[in-house]
């Protein structure tokens, strides 16, 4: 496995509404896009810094991880880093045979139509990791 870029780092925010003003602020920009990705029970909205982008992430159910992850921190925070690669099964199955645990055996698509597999954060130090492709770009 060896990513080519950060392809972006996510952030839990309980209201997109009140914390998309202060990025489009702090960064000069406006947010590009809004999306919701109901398999995953999250609203999402990004920004683009250079090669990498910002995810906003806010819980749209109860039962989301964001909102599980907001529980535990009320004010938000960096809920993961995610890493653009070439094939994310192939990485996948490189990670799971350098005895990383998986949350996704298998791709499944994510916002912006990525194919993404999660690595859990018990087996990379703590870090909630996200291998991202681009179909489009295969």
């Given at each position: 496995?060896?990513?080519?870029h950060i392809e972006h780092i996510g952030i839990a925010v309980t209201s997109l509404e009140k914390v998309i003003p202060y990025y489009e602020q702090l960064l000069g920009q406006k947010c590009y896009s809004i999306e919701e990705v109901t398999d995953q029970k999250v609203k999402t909205a990004f920004f683009k810094v250079g090669q990498t982008k910002i995810e906003?992430?806010?819980?749209?159910?109860?039962?989301?991880?964001?909102?599980?992850?907001?529980?535990?921190?009320?004010?938000?925070?960096v809920?993961?880093?995610?890493?653009?690669?070439?094939?994310?099964?192939?990485?996948?199955?490189?990670?799971?045979?350098?005895?990383?645990?998986?949350?996704?055996k298998t791709p499944r698509r994510g916002?912006?139509?990525?194919?993404?597999?999660?690595?859990?954060p018990k087996s990379t130090f703590g870090v909630l990791t996200e291998l991202c492709e681009d179909p489009n770009k295969l």
């Open positions: 496995m060896k990513p080519s906003l992430l806010e819980p749209t159910s109860a039962e989301s991880p964001i909102a599980k992850y907001l529980e535990k921190n009320p004010h938000g925070g809920h993961h880093i995610a890493f653009c690669v070439d094939g994310v099964q192939q990485a996948l199955n490189d990670a799971e045979a350098m005895g990383i645990q998986l949350i996704d916002a912006e139509g990525l194919n993404i597999g999660f690595l859990h």
